[in-house]
């Protein structure tokens, strides 16, 4: 089955600068790549999400690029601020039984 | 509804008793998704329903769990025997359909505790 793997499992930034999450998956028949984010005690929350046809998708200081060939995508945000804190989620959806395999998450901290 | 409702918000039980969890998902939401989620991990599948039917219950950890959705809204996680490794949130989630590209949208979950 499909394995996803997340990292770093934290990442300190500096308020202002850029952030970037790693994702690998392992079957190539996922299709379907989202990312949440996670605010302590609350529901995890869809920012992004990319289709396995598209190769980048920007949405203001949210970006997330796909490389099918290497099996692996991830999350950029840049001009971080500090309700960027949180821990992000990257997922990868299997067609053939319809889950969302899960990583383990980041935690993502900006420093003031 | 506004968004997917899940009660109750947490629940605090003893070992070896039963307790039922409640999702209400968006309305016209065919899919529905149960999820568990231990502290700094990453959701785990449990089970996933497409309409009132089971679609994929590979998820669910042993036979003490099981979910229904009788009339393809509601849906009833069931524990029986709870076990103090049962303690977790469990999140519930539903999406238009259960295809690749739709949003799964999830509700606050319910925080057990199994003393």
């Known amino acids: 089955g499909e394995n996803v793997e997340q990292h770093p499992s934290t990442l300190s930034v500096q308020e202002g600068d850029s952030a970037v999450i790693k994702c690998t998956y392992s079957d190539s028949a996922s299709n379907y790549f989202p990312w949440y984010k996670q605010e302590l005690g609350k529901r995890p929350q869809l920012i992004i999400d990319i289709r396995s046809n598209v190769g980048e998708k920007k949405d203001q200081r949210i970006a997330v690029t796909l490389n099918k060939t290497a099996k692996h995508f991830s999350l950029h945000i840049t001009e971080t601020q500090p309700e960027d804190s949180a821990v992000y989620f990257c997922a990868a959806f299997d067609p053939r039984n319809y889950q969302l395999i899960w990583g383990a998450g980041t935690k993502l901290i900006i420093k003031p | 509804g506004a968004g997917v409702s899940q009660t109750p918000s947490n629940k605090v039980t003893e070992k070896g008793k039963y307790v039922e969890l409640r999702c209400d998902p968006i309305s016209g939401h065919t899919a529905l998704y149960w999820y568990r989620q231990s502290l700094g991990q990453g959701p785990e599948f449990l089970i996933y329903?497409?309409?009132?039917?089971?679609?994929?219950d590979s998820g669910l950890p042993n036979d003490r769990f099981f979910a229904v959705r009788p009339e393809g809204s509601v849906s009833t996680l069931k524990i029986q025997r709870t076990e103090r490794g049962d303690s977790a949130v469990y999140l519930c989630?539903?999406?238009?359909?259960?295809?690749?590209?739709?949003?799964?949208?999830f509700g606050a979950g319910t925080r057990l505790s199994v003393l």
């Open positions: 989630a539903s999406s238009l359909e259960g295809l690749a590209g739709n949003i799964q949208y």
């Open positions: 329903f497409q309409g009132t039917g089971a679609a994929d």
